[in-house]
């Protein structure tokens, strides 16, 4: 009696932590938005990508449209789902503060992938709030792994994330 199985080829992927000063650097455009539309769509090399619509409330490096849009990889396209390790899964409604590089044709994308979104949450007060960044030596350990749920990674109220994405862009915090 078989398993069902079928062979196919296995891969492992290991993702390194981006500081977040090199997020910052890296992004041509910083925004703080809403999601206002998913669309997956086919490329020209066959692969399955998700545009991803964003109605921009802040501007924080660079400069934007009212919307901007942003490619990520993987989506769904009728009855199939295509997903990427490490892409992000973005859905209408969701807030956040995108970090944005400018890839081929012209077109946004997140620095890092998932890296580059960082998601605005409501606190216990009901106050917005973003995930604390990787700051080496501040956030985390100067050298080593990133821990997961290390203590000095709180969440920062969304006015003081904003200001050390400004600080940094100013050419703070080195």
Known sequence: ?????????????????????????EAATV?????TDVRAVRTAAGEVESVVT?????????????FVS???PGGVIGRYRTVMTAAPVMR???QAVFFLKRATANAFWPVGLSQ???RVTLSTTGAPTVASPVLAGTTTNT??????????????PLGEFESLV?????????
């Open 116 to 118: 580059g979104i960082y």
């Open 31 to 35: 925004v703080r938005g809403r999601v």
């Open 1 to 25: 009696m078989g398993l069902g199985l079928t062979q196919g080829a296995l891969g492992a992927s290991t993702f390194l932590s981006a500081e977040f000063r090199e997020v910052v650097s």
């Open 54 to 66: 964003i109605g921009v409330d802040a501007v924080l490096k660079g400069s934007a449209d009212a």
């Open 143 to 156: 050298t080593g792994v990133v821990v997961r749920g290390d203590p000095r990674r709180k969440a920062l």
């Open 92 to 94: 209408v409604g969701q």
């Open 70 to 72: 942003m490619r990520i």
């Open 166 to 174: 400004r600080f940094v862009v100013a050419g703070g915090a080195r």
